[in-house]
Protein backbone atom coordinates (compact mmCIF):
# COMPACT_ATOMS: atom_id res chain seq x y z
CA UNK A 1 0.00 0.00 0.00
CA UNK A 2 1.27 3.59 -0.75
CA UNK A 3 1.96 6.02 1.95
CA UNK A 4 -0.29 8.09 3.15
CA UNK A 5 -0.02 11.29 1.60
CA UNK A 6 0.41 12.76 5.13
CA UNK A 7 3.25 11.35 5.65
CA UNK A 8 5.07 11.97 1.59
CA UNK A 9 7.91 14.40 1.65
CA UNK A 10 7.58 17.41 -0.18
CA UNK A 11 10.77 19.08 -1.33
CA UNK A 12 10.98 23.18 -2.27
CA UNK A 13 14.65 24.29 -3.60
CA UNK A 14 16.64 22.73 -1.22
CA UNK A 15 14.90 22.25 1.69
CA UNK A 16 12.95 18.61 2.41
CA UNK A 17 9.95 18.83 4.56
CA UNK A 18 9.44 15.18 6.19
CA UNK A 19 5.55 15.38 5.50
CA UNK A 20 2.63 17.68 5.11
CA UNK A 21 1.41 18.45 8.97
CA UNK A 22 3.04 21.61 8.77
CA UNK A 23 2.76 24.16 12.13
CA UNK A 24 0.72 27.28 11.35
CA UNK A 25 1.92 30.50 12.67
CA UNK A 26 0.28 31.24 16.14
CA UNK A 27 0.94 34.86 17.58
CA UNK A 28 1.61 34.38 21.66
CA UNK A 29 2.22 38.10 22.86
CA UNK A 30 4.13 37.18 24.96
CA UNK A 31 7.69 38.72 24.45
CA UNK A 32 8.71 41.27 26.88
CA UNK A 33 7.36 45.04 26.34
CA UNK A 34 8.97 46.58 23.40
CA UNK A 35 12.08 44.39 22.79
CA UNK A 36 10.44 42.17 20.46
CA UNK A 37 13.02 39.18 21.63
CA UNK A 38 12.03 35.46 22.01
CA UNK A 39 12.39 33.86 25.18
CA UNK A 40 11.51 30.64 27.31
CA UNK A 41 7.95 31.03 26.24
CA UNK A 42 8.78 30.86 22.59
CA UNK A 43 11.11 28.29 22.98
CA UNK A 44 9.43 25.65 24.74
CA UNK A 45 6.30 26.55 22.18
CA UNK A 46 7.77 26.17 19.07
CA UNK A 47 10.16 23.11 20.63
CA UNK A 48 7.20 20.72 21.04
CA UNK A 49 5.74 21.35 17.67
CA UNK A 50 9.37 19.75 16.55
CA UNK A 51 9.16 16.96 19.35
CA UNK A 52 5.81 15.98 17.89
CA UNK A 53 6.88 15.24 14.65
CA UNK A 54 5.38 18.19 12.72
CA UNK A 55 7.40 18.89 9.21
CA UNK A 56 7.61 22.78 9.47
CA UNK A 57 7.37 24.53 12.13
CA UNK A 58 6.97 28.50 11.59
CA UNK A 59 7.14 31.28 14.14
CA UNK A 60 4.36 33.97 14.64
CA UNK A 61 3.98 36.78 13.03
CA UNK A 62 6.98 38.35 13.53
CA UNK A 63 7.39 42.23 12.57
CA UNK A 64 9.92 43.73 10.23
CA UNK A 65 10.06 47.06 11.94
CA UNK A 66 9.06 48.23 15.65
CA UNK A 67 6.22 50.04 14.23
CA UNK A 68 5.02 46.82 12.67
CA UNK A 69 4.40 44.77 15.98
CA UNK A 70 0.56 43.92 16.31
CA UNK A 71 0.88 44.68 20.17
CA UNK A 72 3.81 45.86 22.23
CA UNK A 73 4.30 41.54 22.98
CA UNK A 74 4.94 40.72 19.53
CA UNK A 75 7.94 39.33 18.34
CA UNK A 76 9.88 41.44 15.73
CA UNK A 77 13.62 40.53 13.75
CA UNK A 78 14.61 44.03 13.39
CA UNK A 79 17.98 44.21 14.94
CA UNK A 80 21.21 41.54 15.73
CA UNK A 81 19.79 40.70 19.60
CA UNK A 82 16.66 39.40 18.10
CA UNK A 83 18.19 37.26 15.28
CA UNK A 84 20.85 35.66 17.97
CA UNK A 85 17.91 34.97 20.48
CA UNK A 86 15.99 33.30 17.31
CA UNK A 87 19.20 30.90 16.83
CA UNK A 88 18.56 28.85 19.92
CA UNK A 89 15.35 27.68 18.85
CA UNK A 90 16.17 27.17 15.46
CA UNK A 91 19.01 24.99 16.11
CA UNK A 92 16.76 23.04 18.04
CA UNK A 93 14.18 22.79 15.51
CA UNK A 94 16.86 21.35 13.52
CA UNK A 95 17.57 18.82 15.60
CA UNK A 96 14.83 17.08 15.86
CA UNK A 97 14.37 17.38 12.56
CA UNK A 98 11.87 20.02 11.76
CA UNK A 99 11.85 22.58 9.00
CA UNK A 100 12.60 26.13 11.03
CA UNK A 101 10.12 28.62 9.17
CA UNK A 102 10.03 32.41 10.02
CA UNK A 103 6.52 34.58 9.04
CA UNK A 104 7.33 38.12 8.48
CA UNK A 105 4.92 40.80 8.98
CA UNK A 106 3.72 44.52 9.47
CA UNK A 107 0.51 44.78 10.85
CA UNK A 108 0.02 48.01 9.13
CA UNK A 109 -3.07 50.18 10.80
CA UNK A 110 -3.65 46.84 12.62
CA UNK A 111 -1.21 47.80 14.50
CA UNK A 112 -0.26 49.27 18.34
CA UNK A 113 -3.33 47.25 19.65
CA UNK A 114 -3.50 45.44 22.98
CA UNK A 115 -3.59 41.68 23.29
CA UNK A 116 -6.56 39.57 23.07
CA UNK A 117 -6.35 38.89 27.09
CA UNK A 118 -6.02 42.36 28.12
CA UNK A 119 -9.18 43.94 29.79
CA UNK A 120 -8.86 46.81 27.16
CA UNK A 121 -9.55 46.66 23.74
CA UNK A 122 -8.02 48.75 20.57
CA UNK A 123 -5.21 51.25 19.72
CA UNK A 124 -3.19 50.97 22.73
CA UNK A 125 -2.36 55.31 23.68
CA UNK A 126 0.80 56.21 23.53
CA UNK A 127 1.20 56.83 26.90
CA UNK A 128 0.92 52.92 27.63
CA UNK A 129 3.50 52.39 24.59
CA UNK A 130 1.51 52.49 21.60
CA UNK A 131 2.84 54.37 18.84
CA UNK A 132 1.64 56.01 15.37
CA UNK A 133 -0.01 53.31 12.71
CA UNK A 134 0.53 53.78 8.99
CA UNK A 135 -1.14 51.93 6.28
CA UNK A 136 -2.03 52.56 2.25
CA UNK A 137 -4.63 55.19 2.88
CA UNK A 138 -5.70 56.94 5.97
CA UNK A 139 -8.77 54.27 6.50
CA UNK A 140 -8.98 52.88 10.13
CA UNK A 141 -9.64 49.29 10.80
CA UNK A 142 -13.43 49.17 12.92
CA UNK A 143 -12.78 51.34 15.75
CA UNK A 144 -9.04 51.51 16.05
CA UNK A 145 -7.27 54.72 15.50
CA UNK A 146 -6.80 55.96 12.35
CA UNK A 147 -3.59 55.43 10.15
CA UNK A 148 -0.95 57.74 8.56
CA UNK A 149 -1.10 56.76 4.82
CA UNK A 150 2.58 55.82 3.76
CA UNK A 151 4.56 58.30 1.12
CA UNK A 152 6.43 56.68 -1.21
CA UNK A 153 9.46 57.01 0.53
CA UNK A 154 7.69 54.91 3.25
CA UNK A 155 6.93 52.22 1.05
CA UNK A 156 10.24 52.18 0.02
CA UNK A 157 11.40 51.50 3.41
CA UNK A 158 8.81 48.63 4.37
CA UNK A 159 10.59 46.86 1.49
CA UNK A 160 13.84 48.18 2.42
CA UNK A 161 12.76 46.25 6.31
CA UNK A 162 11.25 42.87 4.82
CA UNK A 163 14.99 42.76 3.19
CA UNK A 164 17.00 43.32 6.11
CA UNK A 165 14.57 41.00 8.48
CA UNK A 166 15.53 37.96 5.95
CA UNK A 167 18.96 38.85 5.84
CA UNK A 168 18.81 38.57 9.59
CA UNK A 169 16.34 35.26 9.76
CA UNK A 170 18.71 33.18 7.30
CA UNK A 171 21.36 34.54 9.30
CA UNK A 172 19.30 33.20 12.52
CA UNK A 173 19.18 29.70 11.17
CA UNK A 174 15.70 30.06 9.60
CA UNK A 175 15.23 27.64 6.40
CA UNK A 176 11.74 29.13 5.12
CA UNK A 177 10.70 32.54 5.04
CA UNK A 178 6.80 33.50 4.79
CA UNK A 179 5.34 36.95 4.03
CA UNK A 180 2.43 37.89 5.86
CA UNK A 181 -0.54 39.04 3.45
CA UNK A 182 -3.22 38.48 4.92
CA UNK A 183 -5.59 38.91 7.95
CA UNK A 184 -5.83 42.68 7.30
CA UNK A 185 -2.15 43.40 7.71
CA UNK A 186 -0.32 45.65 5.91
CA UNK A 187 0.10 44.35 2.51
CA UNK A 188 -3.53 42.42 2.71
CA UNK A 189 -4.34 46.16 3.23
CA UNK A 190 -2.55 47.23 -0.23
CA UNK A 191 -4.06 43.99 -2.24
CA UNK A 192 -7.76 44.98 -0.88
CA UNK A 193 -10.04 47.78 -2.71
CA UNK A 194 -12.25 48.13 0.39
CA UNK A 195 -8.35 49.48 2.04
CA UNK A 196 -6.31 51.10 -0.31
CA UNK A 197 -8.01 53.68 -1.92
CA UNK A 198 -4.71 55.27 -3.19
CA UNK A 199 -4.35 56.92 -6.62
CA UNK A 200 -1.00 56.54 -7.53
CA UNK A 201 0.83 53.48 -8.59
CA UNK A 202 0.00 51.60 -5.02
CA UNK A 203 -3.79 52.12 -5.50
CA UNK A 204 -6.55 51.64 -7.54
CA UNK A 205 -5.96 49.05 -10.25
CA UNK A 206 -4.87 45.16 -9.69
CA UNK A 207 -1.29 45.51 -10.88
CA UNK A 208 -0.80 48.60 -8.49
CA UNK A 209 -2.57 47.11 -5.53
CA UNK A 210 -0.21 44.09 -5.74
CA UNK A 211 2.51 46.36 -6.71
CA UNK A 212 4.23 46.76 -2.66
CA UNK A 213 3.83 42.98 -2.26
CA UNK A 214 5.62 42.12 -5.50
CA UNK A 215 8.55 44.30 -4.38
CA UNK A 216 8.52 42.69 -1.24
CA UNK A 217 8.59 38.94 -2.73
CA UNK A 218 11.44 39.91 -5.32
CA UNK A 219 13.46 41.80 -2.29
CA UNK A 220 13.18 38.77 -0.37
CA UNK A 221 14.30 36.15 -2.82
CA UNK A 222 17.22 38.37 -3.28
CA UNK A 223 18.15 37.79 0.54
CA UNK A 224 17.20 34.46 0.64
CA UNK A 225 19.29 33.36 -2.47
CA UNK A 226 18.40 30.07 -4.89
CA UNK A 227 18.48 27.30 -2.16
CA UNK A 228 15.43 28.30 0.21
CA UNK A 229 12.05 28.67 -0.28
CA UNK A 230 9.86 31.37 -0.12
CA UNK A 231 5.93 31.59 1.03
CA UNK A 232 3.25 33.63 0.71
CA UNK A 233 0.33 33.84 2.77
CA UNK A 234 -2.91 35.26 1.38
CA UNK A 235 -6.13 36.10 3.10
CA UNK A 236 -8.29 34.69 -0.30
CA UNK A 237 -11.42 36.67 1.00
CA UNK A 238 -12.43 39.81 2.50
CA UNK A 239 -15.81 37.66 3.26
CA UNK A 240 -16.95 41.42 2.34
CA UNK A 241 -19.14 41.98 -1.28
CA UNK A 242 -16.32 44.38 -3.62
CA UNK A 243 -13.40 43.51 -1.68
CA UNK A 244 -10.54 40.77 -1.95
CA UNK A 245 -11.38 37.36 -3.64
CA UNK A 246 -10.15 34.10 -4.53
CA UNK A 247 -10.07 35.23 -8.25
CA UNK A 248 -7.33 38.24 -7.51
CA UNK A 249 -5.60 35.50 -4.92
CA UNK A 250 -4.90 33.23 -7.57
CA UNK A 251 -4.07 35.86 -10.21
CA UNK A 252 -1.33 37.44 -8.16
CA UNK A 253 -0.41 34.29 -6.42
CA UNK A 254 0.92 33.55 -10.01
CA UNK A 255 2.41 36.90 -10.30
CA UNK A 256 4.43 36.47 -7.01
CA UNK A 257 5.46 33.26 -7.98
CA UNK A 258 6.79 34.58 -11.12
CA UNK A 259 8.89 37.17 -8.90
CA UNK A 260 10.18 34.64 -6.88
CA UNK A 261 7.92 33.01 -4.21
CA UNK A 262 7.36 28.96 -4.27
CA UNK A 263 4.24 28.40 -2.32
CA UNK A 264 1.15 29.68 -0.81
CA UNK A 265 -0.68 29.12 2.59
CA UNK A 266 -4.19 30.27 2.27
CA UNK A 267 -6.46 31.46 4.99
CA UNK A 268 -9.08 34.15 4.83
CA UNK A 269 -10.27 37.47 6.26
CA UNK A 270 -9.17 39.76 8.67
CA UNK A 271 -9.40 42.99 7.08
CA UNK A 272 -12.99 44.15 7.30
CA UNK A 273 -14.13 44.55 10.89
CA UNK A 274 -17.39 42.12 11.56
CA UNK A 275 -17.49 40.52 8.07
CA UNK A 276 -19.70 37.56 8.31
CA UNK A 277 -17.48 34.41 8.78
CA UNK A 278 -19.19 31.18 8.24
CA UNK A 279 -16.60 29.52 10.24
CA UNK A 280 -16.98 25.41 10.39
CA UNK A 281 -14.74 22.64 9.73
CA UNK A 282 -12.87 22.62 6.57
CA UNK A 283 -14.26 26.17 5.98
CA UNK A 284 -10.97 27.84 3.78
CA UNK A 285 -10.13 24.44 2.28
CA UNK A 286 -11.96 25.22 -0.87
CA UNK A 287 -10.07 28.58 -1.09
CA UNK A 288 -7.06 26.90 -1.11
CA UNK A 289 -8.06 24.13 -3.64
CA UNK A 290 -9.45 27.29 -6.04
CA UNK A 291 -5.93 28.82 -5.96
CA UNK A 292 -4.30 26.02 -6.63
CA UNK A 293 -6.03 24.75 -9.45
CA UNK A 294 -6.61 28.28 -11.06
CA UNK A 295 -3.24 29.84 -10.38
CA UNK A 296 -1.02 26.35 -10.96
CA UNK A 297 0.90 26.89 -7.87
CA UNK A 298 1.68 24.85 -4.55
CA UNK A 299 -0.69 25.47 -1.42
CA UNK A 300 -1.25 24.73 2.18
CA UNK A 301 -4.92 24.70 3.38
CA UNK A 302 -5.89 25.93 7.36
CA UNK A 303 -8.63 26.08 9.34
CA UNK A 304 -10.57 23.50 11.96
CA UNK A 305 -8.87 20.98 10.22
CA UNK A 306 -8.67 19.18 13.33
CA UNK A 307 -8.57 14.75 12.68
CA UNK A 308 -5.56 12.81 10.71
CA UNK A 309 -8.21 11.50 8.47
CA UNK A 310 -9.58 14.79 7.27
CA UNK A 311 -5.96 15.93 6.74
CA UNK A 312 -4.83 13.20 4.73
CA UNK A 313 -8.15 13.18 2.70
CA UNK A 314 -7.18 17.44 1.79
CA UNK A 315 -3.79 16.22 0.53
CA UNK A 316 -4.58 12.71 -1.04
CA UNK A 317 -7.95 14.48 -3.06
CA UNK A 318 -5.14 17.31 -4.42
CA UNK A 319 -7.29 20.31 -2.89
CA UNK A 320 -4.17 21.25 -0.98
CA UNK A 321 -0.26 20.43 -1.06
CA UNK A 322 -0.42 20.51 2.80
CA UNK A 323 -2.15 21.19 5.78
CA UNK A 324 -1.11 23.93 8.61
CA UNK A 325 -2.60 23.18 11.90
CA UNK A 326 -2.89 25.76 15.02
CA UNK A 327 -5.38 24.83 17.75
CA UNK A 328 -5.43 21.36 16.86
CA UNK A 329 -1.72 21.79 17.23
CA UNK A 330 -2.26 23.51 21.28
CA UNK A 331 -4.64 20.69 22.40
CA UNK A 332 -2.29 18.39 21.27
CA UNK A 333 1.57 19.28 20.27
CA UNK A 334 1.96 15.77 19.27
CA UNK A 335 -0.58 15.60 16.12
CA UNK A 336 1.86 14.21 13.76
CA UNK A 337 3.14 11.42 15.51
CA UNK A 338 -0.77 10.64 16.14
CA UNK A 339 -2.15 10.87 12.87
CA UNK A 340 1.09 8.74 12.04
CA UNK A 341 -0.40 6.34 14.00
CA UNK A 342 -4.14 6.61 13.23
CA UNK A 343 -2.90 6.33 9.57
CA UNK A 344 -0.67 3.12 10.18
CA UNK A 345 2.82 4.92 9.11
CA UNK A 346 5.77 3.71 10.70
CA UNK A 347 7.98 7.01 11.18
CA UNK A 348 11.16 6.68 12.19
CA UNK A 349 11.15 10.13 13.98
CA UNK A 350 9.61 9.41 17.10
CA UNK A 351 11.68 10.84 19.93
CA UNK A 352 13.75 8.37 21.84
CA UNK A 353 12.68 9.50 24.39
CA UNK A 354 9.34 8.91 24.23
CA UNK A 355 9.83 5.52 23.09
CA UNK A 356 7.79 3.77 25.84
CA UNK A 357 4.36 5.72 25.00
CA UNK A 358 4.80 4.62 21.24
CA UNK A 359 1.67 2.32 20.21
CA UNK A 360 2.76 -0.64 18.17
CA UNK A 361 0.29 -1.69 15.13
CA UNK A 362 -1.75 -4.34 16.08
CA UNK A 363 -0.83 -4.11 19.66
CA UNK A 364 -4.64 -2.99 20.93
CA UNK A 365 -3.73 -0.07 22.53
CA UNK A 366 -5.59 3.48 21.85
CA UNK A 367 -3.32 6.09 21.62
Excluded at 146 to 168: H, N, Q, Y
Excluded at 190 to 214: I, K, V
Aim: aromatic share 10%; net charge negative; charged share 20%.
Amino acid sequence: MPAPALFTPLSLRAVTFRNRLWVAPMCQYSAEERDGMPGDWHFAHLASFAVGGAGLVLTEATAVSPEGRISPQDLGIWNDAQRDAFSRITAFLTAQGAVPGIQLAHAGRKASTFRPWNPERGSVPAADGGWPTVAPSAVAFGDYAVPEALSLDGIAGVVRDFAAATRRAVDAGFAVVEIHAAHGYLLHQFLSPLSNRRDDAYGGSLENRARLLLEVVAAVRTELGDELPLFVRFSASDWTEGGWDEQQTAVVAGWAQDAGADFFDISSGGNVAGAPIPVGPLYQVPFAASVKHAAGVAVSAVGLITTPAEAEDVVDSGQADAVMLARELLRDPHFPLRAAYELGVDIDYWPSQYERARPSSGSGRAW
